[in-house]
């Protein structure tokens, strides 16, 4: 089953699932900022995405360049930080099996449904 990290807010998040849909293939939305991830369940989104915490991080939003820009963090404290400030956490994400894609461009989410 594909599993899609969506905020209704975000243009490329409704486009990334409006692809999932169209797919026909079984799917469950997570509206992450209302559901918060686990760090146990970022840290897998990870490695579906072979990628580490720093990468998953919107480093453009006023939270982070307010209070994390510039700071020397470890892997710990910037999971911490995105499940305290969801916000932080790039989207739309695609998982699917023990692969992910972020949706930006959408045509990633294109070739991971196509696996």
């Not at 990290?5 to 509206?31: A, I, M, T, W």
């Not at 490695?47 to 939003?61: F, Q, S, W, Y």
Request: aromatic share 6%; hydrophobic share 35%; glycine share 6%.
């Amino acid at each position: 089953m594909i599993k899609i990290y969506h905020n209704p807010r975000c243009r490329k998040s409704r486009e990334g699932l409006g692809l999932v849909e169209k797919s026909g293939q079984d799917f469950e939305v997570v509206k992450y900022l209302e559901e918060v991830p686990t760090k146990e369940d970022l840290r897998k989104i990870l490695g579906c995405l072979a990628i580490t915490p720093d990468m998953l991080v919107r480093k453009n939003e006023a939270i982070w360049k307010e209070n994390f820009r510039g700071k020397l963090l470890s892997d710990d404290e910037i999971l911490d930080a995105m499940i305290k400030y969801p916000k932080l956490i790039e989207r739309p994400i695609v998982v699917k099996g023990d692969k992910a894609v972020i949706g930006r461009p959408t045509e990633r989410v294109e070739e991971i449904l196509a696996q």
